[in-house]
């Protein structure tokens, strides 16, 4: 189905001029589904990251994305943090509008980043939410969780026993647990208490949301398990 729809934006003559995105919103559902003994290959696979979908680890989020525009995108890939919510005031720009300002918007214009002038891109941190509770936050390449996903433990399985404020006795006990998921893309490893200057700019960017929660409360998210 892509490939038509991609052979029909060139029969129309407008391929060179529409930007086509191949992107998914949330994780694949096969490595849950692999722990059963089901053999799935075609649901996907979060490669060296920990999670699948409905978690919030991640590889529960983290997916990978095909922006085509042709002559105006430079082709190459890159590993810059880009949120599905983005493309709102990235296309909004391209389109000679505006995001709206009444109100705080989640997305950040990244045109910069796509056309190839900015490697890096502009997004440094990115919040992740059940319903509307937020669970864990990414800044760089930490991310915290502010709830349990797993008591006492993480890795896959949750194989590896945590001590110290990470520890099951105490689950959480107010401290975030901190992975670096560049170096323990397992997120195998608490660092929260040995590194802890990283929860400054991880709280940081908690409490700047929480601030746009005043003027702009979340609408309540759906759920179908509270009524």
Do not use: C
Not at 2 to 25: Q, R
Not at 162 to 177: D, E, R, V
Request: no cysteine; hydrophobic share 40%; proline share 8%.
């Amino acid at each position: 189905m892509f490939g038509a729809m991609l052979d029909a934006l060139k029969e129309l003559g407008i391929a060179d001029d529409s930007i086509v995105v191949f992107a998914s919103d949330n994780g694949p559902d096969g490595p849950g589904a692999s722990r059963f003994g089901t053999d799935m290959p075609d649901m996907g696979t979060t490669g060296p990251y920990r999670g699948a979908l409905g978690d919030v680890s991640e590889g529960a989020i983290r997916t990978a994305a095909v922006i085509r525009w042709p002559q105006r995108i430079r082709p190459r890939s890159s590993h810059a943090m880009f949120s599905i919510m983005d493309f709102f005031p990235t296309f909004a720009h391209v389109a000679d509008g505006k995001a709206p300002d009444d109100r705080p918007i989640d997305g950040i214009n990244q045109i910069d980043l796509l056309r190839g002038e900015n490697d890096r891109g502009r997004r440094e941190h990115l919040l992740t939410f059940v319903g509307s509770e937020l669970v864990a936050v990414r800044w760089k390449q930490f991310r915290a969780y502010f709830v349990d996903v797993a008591p006492g433990r993480s890795g896959p399985g949750g194989a590896t026993l945590m001590g110290g404020i990470g520890s099951g006795a105490a689950p959480m006990n107010g401290y975030p647990k901190v992975f670096n998921i560049e170096s323990d893309p397992q997120e195998e490893h608490n660092i929260g208490e040995m590194y802890n200057w990283v929860l400054g700019p991880l709280l940081k960017v908690v409490g700047e949301y929480k601030a746009t929660l005043e003027r702009s409360p979340n609408p309540p998210a759906a759920n179908m398990t509270k009524f």
